[in-house]
């Protein structure tokens, strides 16, 4: 059975930093590309950030970029996203998912197709 699992959401300030985490079970890092993703209240999910092919492929939202960084542990079958520099407009749940022998680019920001989908953590940055 495939799983994946988020944790390390919570509620910071502005400009504070949050890592989370995205540990998988039941799929290889090293086959799939694992894409975070967050959804507002009263907004569409939008992509934020994709890895794959063991870092070799990683891309980022506008948004983000220059503020937060995505990793992998493959020994722990797990992804990180780590977020500095904070934003009242990065207040969302944040989902982690997978797809399968692709690799990372533009294309993951508004894509609806990923094979799997962990349950999401939630991530509140108060002004």
């Known amino acids: 059975e495939v799983q994946l699992v988020e944790s390390g959401g919570g509620l910071v300030q502005a400009g504070g930093s949050l890592r989370l985490s995205c540990a998988a079970s039941?799929?290889?890092?090293?086959?799939?590309?694992i894409g975070w993703f967050r959804q507002a209240p009263g907004k569409e999910r939008e992509g934020v950030s994709c890895?794959?092919?063991?870092?070799?492929?990683?891309a980022y939202a506008d948004s983000v970029k220059g503020r937060f960084t995505i990793s992998t542990d493959n020994a722990k079958n797990t992804v990180h996203l780590q977020m500095n520099s904070l934003r009242p407009e990065d207040t969302a749940v944040y989902y982690c998912?997978?797809?399968?022998?692709?690799?990372?680019?533009?294309?993951?920001?508004?894509?609806?197709?990923?094979?799997?989908w962990g349950k999401g953590t939630r991530v509140t940055v108060s002004s």
């Open positions: 890895i794959s092919y063991s870092d070799s492929r990683i």
């Open positions: 998912a997978a797809l399968g022998h692709v690799a990372c680019g533009a294309w993951f920001i508004d894509y609806d197709g990923m094979d799997y």
């Open positions: 039941g799929l290889t890092f090293d086959d799939y590309a």
